[in-house]
Structures are given as structure tokens and as C-alpha cells.
């Protein structure tokens, strides 16, 4: 089955919830374990709590089933500063003391709510290494803290800083592009945007099974709406926290609503199989293939959403880590 053809099955086929029992089964062996054993651990779902538990527990589980990253050259911790004066921390990784190395700016996953430089740590250092170039990790301010639309000039902010002052930070300003994972697909994907009309070319966008439809209605949302991971419940929450429903349709939150497509930066577009925001990432894709813009697509089989942090052993993490590293290479 081409990714395009999720988008194309029967009427009412997948059109209801399944069981997780069910989904379990889709899964690769190895990620129907790592499923089980967070099923086994218990305790309160994260949209039970409040942001700061929220924050916490997800810290305990990234802590739990990663491990230390590759060791690199560079390791730099240094700070940007948002439009409002605020500090966004940032982390520079690169396996080369190279001062003029290209650069993808990345921007974590988490519902806008959780999640940080932490979470994605050990995925950017593979990333660094694996390409060859630069990779900056940011931390963008969370909601409920911080509403909608500040994750997304922080995005911004970020960006205009490294194409401005890159050499600041033995970077070549002039070679960037941006990435994310869930949330942080969204920032990536609205960041691209805004680029294309500031002038700004990013050689380009990665975006990790991303968020970026202003309603969660598509045939994956309603099949995987009880999970595992990310489930209906999960999604709303992290939405409550971070944006009221008028807003939703705004594209620097719901790109798949911007207008004209054409010009953006060439996408790299990763997805999971058995993920909710599954059909609006192959949505996204459709929409900058048809307004000219190259497109490589991948789904990657047997897995749920979350996987690059949730499973570092797993053959498809390992898979994207590297499909994504040869397309820096490339675009740079």
C-alpha cells in the first residue's frame, strides 16, 4: 500500500475507533514491547494530571527507556532571545569543530505542553552524526504557561537569530533548515512559511509525523483514538492547554490551512503507521506536491506515534535517523 492510499480506503473502512488489543497486534514485535512494558508500569495517563506532573512523568519515561547519546565534537549550550525579551534555551550539536557547518534547527515534540531539549536529546546527536551537520535544539516556551501563538514566534525568533548571527555560533547562517517531531513538526512546518516570505531559503523541512490540521478528524484519529500513546483524550488536552477553538484555524498553527504552497522549502516527511495525525501528515504531503514542492514521504510500518523517543532500539527509528541524515546531506 502507497502512503497516499490511507487516504483512499473503502468507505467506512478504519472509520471507527479499534480496540487496542487489536492495534497491539499491528505493531512490530519489538514495539508491541516497548507498548506493553509502559502499559505494565501503570499509572495516571498524562491528561489525569496537571502540566507540571504532566512534564514530570514524561521526563521519567524518556529517562527510562533511553540511555546516553552518542558523544560528538561539539555539545555547546548557549541562549537565544525571543522577540519579548524572553531567553530560549538552545543546544548545538555537531560531530566537527568545523565553524561553518549547515545547520537544521529542531524543535521537539509534545503536545505544546511537555517535552524539551532533554526528550530529544539523544535523537539530535544521532542526527548531528549521521549528517554531518549541525543540529540546534531549542526550548520553546510551553503551554499552559504560554498560549498559542508564543511556541510559534519562539520558532521564529530562533530561526531569524541563527540566519542572522550563525557565525556567532560556528554556524553558516546562510545553510539552514528546520525540523520537528508532532508539535514541533507544526512550528517546523508554519517556520517554513515564514521563511518563504521573509526571503529567507531553507535548503529544508523535516517534519516528523507532524500536527498540522486544525481539526483531528481524519480516518487515523478516529482508528487510533484510544491509542496506544497518543490517544483522543491526550490530544484534546494538550490542545485545551494550548490554544482556544477560534484559533485553530489559523495556518502558524494548522498549516495544512495556509493558502499557497508553492515555493516553500523541499519536505522530508516521516510518519508512523498506527499514529492519529498519520493522514494529516500524508494530508500535508499532497498539498505541497501539488503546489510543486519535492516531497519525500516515508511511513514507516508497525509503530505508533512517538516512536523516535519512546523506542531508540527499534529498527525504524534507526531507519528514519538515517532516511532523515541522508536528506540533509543532500538538501545541503
Known sequence: ??????????????????????????????????????????????????APAARAAYAKTVAALGGPGVALARVEDFTLTARDGAPIAARLYADSQDRKLPALLYFHGGG?????IFSHDRLCREMARQSGAAVVSIDYRLAPEWRFPTAVHDAWDALAALARDGSRYGLDGARLAVGGDSAGGALAAASAIHARGSGMALALQALIYPSVAAAQDSVSHRRFAHGPGLDKKLIDWFLAQYIDPQDRADWRFAPLRAGDARGLAPAWIGLAECDPLRDEGVQYADKLRAA??????????????????????????RQLCAALAAALRRAF
Open 1 to 50: 500500500m502507497h502512503p497516499e492510499d490511507f487516504l483512499r480506503a473503502p468507505a467506512g473502512e478504519a472509520a471507527a475507533a479499534q480496540p487496542l488489543a487489536e492495534i497491539l497486534q499491528m505493531l512490530t514485535p519489538a514495539m508491541r514491547g516497548v507498548v506493553e512494558g509502559l502499559l505494565a508500569v501503570g499509572g495516571p495517563p498524562l491528561h489525569a494530571l496537571d
Open 112 to 116: 505544546f505542553v511537555i517535552g524539551g
Open 292 to 317: 510543486g514542492v519535492p516531497v519525500e514521504l516515508e511511513v514507516y510500518r508497525g509503530v505508533i506515534h512517538d516512536f523516535i523517543t519512546l523506542g531508540h532500539a527499534l529498527d525504524e527509528t
